[in-house]
């Protein structure tokens, strides 16, 4: 599986949103210490996440990425060097290549007395790719049931599992084609009709999105 990198923030752009819509004072408390940390993500909570990705990919990037290379030797100040893993696909190195020579070619040019953007990758993704169909339904439930029921202070099984039947008989099964290749049922839909079952199903979800919210609070990956 090779999920690409603006798929992968997406999820966390997502929930780092919820975050600040969710009543909760321990993720508030985490939001004011790590906001010095998203700072540089500038206006992330609302508009487009594809002119936002636009605007801030330079920060991303992965253990599998192109870095710039510097090396322990003298080397050319008006050159370039890159070290590129032999992993990558070549396609995607055309891509990375053009991307950051250019950054770094606008690195010199300057704009009304400032200097442009430089390619950082300050925020490193770890390798494992993202089971993006189930993030696809992490998030679902967190934003149109957990975030919705907790912030109304309900915290019984029974009114998620309501809640949850309502929004999911709208969700569309995420394809597994164009994605991660993993056949993933939609969940409060597909289950049994047993109540235990999906109370414990709804008991999973609560506890998916509560760790998912923690932890991007704090600035960290939902993928980690």
């Not at 442009?116 to 993006?132: E, H, P």
Request: positive net charge.
């Amino acid at each position: 599986m090779n999920i690409p990198l603006k798929t992968k923030v997406k999820y966390w752009v997502y929930f780092l949103r919820l975050c600040h819509k969710i009543d909760d004072p321990v993720i508030q408390e985490n939001l004011k210490k790590s906001k010095s940390l998203y700072r540089k993500w500038g206006n992330y909570q609302t508009g487009s996440y594809d002119i936002w990705w636009k605007e801030h990919s330079y920060l991303f990037t992965t253990k599998d990425s192109i870095e710039i290379f510097k090396g322990e030797n003298p080397l050319e100040k008006d050159s370039l060097y890159l070290k590129i893993p032999l992993r990558l696909a070549p396609t995607s190195v055309s891509k990375w290549v053009q991307r950051i020579y250019k950054q770094e070619h606008d690195k010199r040019i300057v704009k009304d007395g400032k200097v442009m953007k430089v390619y950082g990758g300050v925020f490193q993704l770890s390798t494992t790719d993202l089971q993006t169909s189930q993030f696809d339904y992490y998030h679902r439930f967190t934003k149109d049931v957990y975030v919705v029921l907790m912030n109304q202070g309900i915290t019984k099984t029974k009114e998620y599992i309501k809640l949850a039947d309502e929004v999911f008989k709208k969700q569309r099964k995420v394809s597994s084609k164009s994605k991660d290749k993993i056949d993933r049922k939609v969940p409060f839909r597909e289950s049994s009709t047993q109540y235990e079952n999906v109370a414990r199903l709804t008991r999973r979800y609560k506890i998916y999105s509560r760790n998912l919210l923690m932890s991007v609070s704090q600035g960290i990956f939902p993928g980690d």
